[in-house]
């Protein structure tokens, strides 16, 4: 019987100990000091919204550091409105918010990484539509607004088209990390066109190098890598109106200028001589080890090419600008009448069960503040015009945000723009297959069978 | 023949534990790089150092930066380039590019002399050679800074009550369904078979719904209460089968003087399933202390994290760094493994026992 006795004693004393662990959050940058900041908005916000008293649940897909980051934007609502907010938020965020739909006990707010999803529960009517508000926010006050907005607005319940988030957070994909000094030690420049950039990587063949590091190990999503190749190509060779109508459906899958796409990936990716381990190496590598041959000494290979938020994977003790920079994936001087296309993904908030305080929360997201905090801290971009951007904390950052400012074409992550079957499903599994020898053409016409049975 | 194959098992049981038990003392350059079977021997490591540009002086019409590089062992060799980072052997003058020249002795005392001095120093590369190193670092960050100490309070406060409750509950039935003489009761035992061959998936987003309208969602009670329902029908057959078993003489006896239904409850069928109640409980303590799917259903989007739950945002958060992977896995399998151990002759004895008939 002891066991027993032991047991049910120690259950409430593990709850007491629990309850007491939940800590309170200091502001980390007294509102007022710091004149970049603006504190000026900010008190406007928190004059107009009095949300005492309210309790309110938010979820997300940020866990680890990017939680501590978020928690301290939160904290400057809670002081603002002397609401209360939990932030659960970390991996698994997909299956717990369609659980809760499901069981009728959303969170409050919900920041979804997939404007696909966001639109499938805007259309069952889980999402409350924005007020025009935010929307002038997002139209006026976003570099490239207008696109921003349109990837923001979804049909709802009535099929009637109306805004039901605010992107908060931006990833910016179309990035090639590589490390200065190796560049300078073995005389290579930045390449400032896709011409160039080829011509490189040659050029590091030639003298027994390797140019390229690529991994498409991610667990259950591995693949997702590959896409954003392919997407980077899509916008490369074909106008940017084809692109849209190969993420809607309306372009084929199996088009032959897709093909060429997923071709162009291939160059590099299926050659023994141009990628770290072959075609081997790219799919059995995990793409959070993959960056690490940037670092080896001598370097493995000299280019990485991912999205902004890699480098909390690299090393430590790494300081930007020096021990790693990124240059723009440049665009064919061939086209050079298309602009420099940009290709990126972000993070929208929504409403997924309405209240005051869910708005003031919304509210709080739009003003500059709320993005200021987190980019002043850690890598954190937006397309926020209104925000002072003298605020990013090292010299990538602001040359990320440089680049995302100045994109002629922004477009939005393709796979997360498809259906969930082929952009978090078939996508991913064919590019696996491609990169393990199956041609281009087999690949994209299994994919869009995939696609046809959807319709 | 029997020796040899039980000590095969061992070994493919063992390896993998092993192999995690040495990565998670390892540091992450160490772990990234070789293999854990090869953590024992002595290695060579090339870094790069960046002279401190505020310590150079001029001297003789160019600026000289002396000092000594971090210890990381006794340098063998050294480099002006990435391309070829071990060129020069210790003690040798390297010169370089523009008049730079640079000595390293082995024990990483340097003399960097450069025509001009900007706020970056050229950097140089180190070959070192060190003993294995190992680390309590990973462990101490974990505990420290990653919340290990409130999820393991977390899965007590979720595993003990779930497991004690259906125990008491089930041990109640199967003692009904033993020893006492009611209707339809072929028919509860049938019904029960048929609840454990049913899938509990479907059940979740209902029951969810439930507590929810209850208002016991995503909150300990309706968690425990979930573990006890889905544990219940193997937990009463385990236990049914058990006291089967048991001489049926001593409750009628008991009976015909006059004792209780509950004394004899009490008193003689408890303590005589003791051994089936305890493989029980380890069986389904161990089953929920590694439950990650019921844990995300019925506390997700709560602020509450069970292990489980809490290694799967590890994995999340530090992907690529095994060692912090393979502390953490090594810290939620202790648990387990000391119930397991401490218990390991009830589970033999009383599982077995009830579950084979």
Redesign the interface.
């Known amino acids: 019987m002891s066991i027993f006795r032991k047991a049910v004693l120690g259950a409430p004393l593990c709850l007491a100990l629990l309850s007491g662990l939940a800590a309170a959050h200091d502001l980390v940058f007294p509102p007022g000091e710091d004149a970049r900041f603006h504190w000026a908005a900010y008190e406007a916000f928190a004059a107009t919204h009095d949300l005492r008293g309210q309790h309110l649940s938010v979820d997300g897909p940020w866990g680890g550091i990017d939680k501590q980051m978020f928690e301290s934007v939160i904290a400057y609502f809670e002081a603002a409105t002397g609401a209360e907010v939990a932030y659960a938020g970390g991996d698994g965020f997909e299956q717990r918010l369609l659980v809760g739909v499901e069981a009728g006990a959303p969170p409050d707010v919900a920041i979804i990484p997939q404007p696909g999803l966001a639109a499938e529960l805007a259309r069952r009517g889980h999402l409350a539509p924005l007020g025009a508000a935010i929307g002038a926010v997002m139209r006026d006050d976003y570099a490239a607004g207008q696109s921003w907005l349109d990837i923001a607005t979804f049909a709802g319940p009535d099929g009637a088209p109306a805004l039901y988030g605010l992107f908060y957070r931006v990833d910016l994909k179309s990035l090639v990390w590589y490390v200065p000094g190796n560049f300078t030690d073995a005389g290579y420049a930045v390449p400032r066109t896709f011409e160039e950039l080829q011509a490189l990587s040659d050029r590091i063949v030639d003298e027994g190098g390797t140019p390229w590091c690529i991994g498409l190990g991610s667990g259950p999503a591995t693949g997702w890598p590959a896409t954003d190749w392919v997407e980077e190509m899509m916008l490369r060779l074909h106008p940017p109106q084809d692109y849209d109508r190969w993420t809607r459906g309306a372009l084929p899958f199996d088009d032959p200028k897709v093909i060429a796409a997923i071709e162009g990936f291939g160059t590099i990716a299926r050659s023994a001589e141009q990628v770290v381990g072959g075609p081997e190496g790219v799919a059995a590598t995990d793409f959070r080890d993959s960056p690490r041959g940037l670092f080896t000494l001598p370097p493995r290979c000299y280019m990485h090419r991912q999205a902004s938020f890699i480098p909390s994977f690299f090393p430590a003790g790494l300081k930007p600008g020096r021990d790693f920079d990124a240059f723009y994936f440049p665009a064919f001087s061939a086209f050079s009448g298309r602009g420099q296309p940009v290709l990126g993904s972000g993070t929208l908030a929504t409403i997924t069960r309405d209240s005051p305080a869910a708005r003031g929360f919304l509210d709080f997201l739009a003003t500059p503040i709320a993005h200021e905090i987190w980019m002043a801290q850690s890598g954190f971009l937006t397309p926020h015009r209104g925000v002072n951007h003298d605020l990013y904390g090292d010299p990538v950052q602001e040359r990320l945000s440089e680049i995302l400012l100045g994109a002629t074409t922004f477009r939005f992550d393709g796979s997360d723009l498809m259906p969930g079957a082929i952009g978090a499903g078939a996508f991913w599994t064919g590019m696996i297959d491609y990169v393990g020898g199956a041609s281009a053409k087999v690949v994209a016409a299994r994919i869009r069978q995939v696609w046809d049975t959807l319709e | 023949m029997r020796r040899l194959a039980v000590a095969l098992l061992t070994l493919l049981w063992l390896l993998p534990v092993a192999g995690l038990a040495v990565t998670s003392f390892r540091d992450?350059?160490a772990a990234?790089e070789t293999g854990w079977w090869r953590a024992p021997l002595p290695e060579t490591r090339?870094?790069?150092f960046?002279p401190d540009p505020a310590t150079g002086r001029h001297e003789a019409g160019a600026w000289v930066i002396e000092g000594t590089a971090p210890d990381t062992g006794e340098v063998r060799a050294f480099g002006l380039?990435?391309?070829?980072?071990a060129a020069f052997a210790v003690g040798t003058t390297a010169r370089g590019r523009d008049g730079l020249a640079l000595t390293v002795a082995a024990d990483g005392a340097f003399r960097l002399t450069v025509p001009v001095l900007f706020d970056?120093a050229p950097?140089f590369?180190l070959a070192t050679r060190a003993p294995a190193r190992f680390t309590t670092a990973n462990y101490a960050r974990l505990i420290r800074a990653e919340g290990f100490?409130?999820a393991i309070?977390?899965s007590?406060?979720l595993a003990?009550?779930a497991?004690?409750l259906p125990?008491f509950l089930a041990a109640f039935a199967a003692h009904a369904l033993v020893w006492i003489e009611f209707p339809g009761r072929a028919l509860l035992v049938a019904g029960l078979v048929g609840l454990m061959a049913l899938p509990l998936q479907p059940a979740?987003?209902p029951l969810?719904?439930a507590q929810?309208l209850l208002g016991i969602?995503?909150s300990?009670p309706g968690i425990w209460l979930a573990h006890t329902g889905f544990g219940l029908p193997l937990a009463i057959w385990v236990l049914r089968s058990f006291m089967r078993r048991l001489p049926r003489e001593i409750v009628d006896c008991a009976r015909l003087d006059g004792v209780s239904e509950a004394r004899i409850f009490a008193r003689i069928t408890l303590p005589l399933c003791?051994p089936g109640l305890?493989g029980f409980?380890v069986f389904q303590f161990l089953w929920i202390w590694n439950d990650l799917f019921i844990a995300?259903?019925f506390l997700?989007?709560?602020?509450?994290r069970v292990l489980p739950?809490w290694l799967?945002?590890i994995?999340?958060?530090?992907?690529?760094e095994w060692e912090m992977l393979a502390a953490a896995a090594m810290l939620s399998m202790m648990v387990p493994l000391a119930v397991f151990l401490a218990l390991h002759r009830v589970l033999l004895r009383g599982l077995p026992s009830g579950a084979a008939r």
């Open positions: 992450r350059e990234a090339v870094t790069v960046h380039s990435s391309r070829a980072p970056q950097r590369f100490g409130p309070l977390a007590f406060a003990v009550p497991t004690v125990l979740l987003v969810l719904r929810e969602g995503r300990f003791l305890a409980a995300s259903v997700g989007g709560a602020e509450i739950v799967r945002e994995m999340d958060s530090h992907g690529g």
